[in-house]
């Protein structure tokens, strides 16, 4: 069975505000959430995984319009690297 979670749950746990998410999905179809049959989103884990993800990116400086197109593989790849950086950094400042 797959799990569905509310925008509520999905934005406290990507730290996106429901309005970020719902851009997102609108603007630049970042994701695209199934509806309930009372019409509200529900999102996958997919979906949550991919948002944290690209909040990480966006916070860096990436634009949300340039990596929201990204298929999942490129998607990874980037954020990926951008961990490995991260904790790269983090023991060369300890």
């Not at 948002?51 to 966006?58: D, G, P, R, S």
Request: glycine share 4%.
């Amino acid at each position: 069975m797959n799990k569905s979670f509310s925008i509520q749950f999905v934005s406290k746990i990507t730290k996106l505000n429901s309005h970020t998410i719902r851009a997102w999905e609108k603007r630049y179809r970042a994701i695209v959430p199934h509806r309930d049959e009372n019409g509200r989103r529900v999102y996958t884990q997919a979906n949550i995984d991919k948002l944290i993800k690209l909040h990480a990116l966006v916070s860096l400086g990436n634009a949300i319009s340039d990596i929201a197109k990204l298929d999942e593989k490129s998607l990874d790849e980037m954020y990926h690297n951008y961990r490995s950086e991260e904790r790269r950094v983090g023991k060369e400042c300890t």
